[in-house]
């Protein structure tokens, strides 16, 4: 399975920005695709998650309300809208696929096999 990421860039803070991840390759029923982000000189932090079959999300605390992860499962596609962007936002941004993950473990980052190249999402402020 590959990821390709797209999207993110330069926003003032309140703005919005989009980034989506194409997953090319062979997907399961169970298939899971969320976003990490990580600030250099920081471990990666988990931010949203989906299920692909049944749409089931988690999202970390610091973006609830903001954040929304969708997915289009005719194109193996998902999409993290970001609202409200604040200046702690800033990171790149990397998505991440699993074959088969528990609830529990979306917001680990072990849980994934598969990584995307990162994206950078810069909140000025």
């Known amino acids: 399975v590959q990821l390709q990421a797209s999207g993110g860039g330069l926003v003032q803070a309140g703005g919005s920005l989009r980034v989506s991840c194409a997953a090319a390759?062979?997907?399961?029923?169970?298939?899971?695709m969320g976003w990490f982000r990580q600030v250099q000189g920081k471990e990666r932090e988990f931010v949203a998650a989906?299920?692909?079959?049944?749409?089931?999300?988690d999202y970390a605390n610091s973006v609830k309300g903001r954040f929304t992860i969708s997915r289009d499962n005719a194109k193996n596609t998902v999409t993290l809208q970001m609202n409200s962007l604040r200046p702690e936002d800033t990171a790149v941004y990397y998505c991440?696929?699993?074959?088969?993950?528990?609830?529990?473990?979306?917001?680990?980052?072990?849980?994934?096999?598969?990584w995307g190249q990162g994206t950078q999402v810069t909140v000025s402020s």
């Open positions: 991440a696929a699993s074959s088969s993950v528990i609830r529990s473990a979306f917001a680990s980052p072990i849980a994934y096999a598969y």
């Open positions: 390759g062979r997907t399961s029923s169970r298939f899971v």
């Open positions: 989906i299920m692909l079959n049944g749409g089931t999300t």
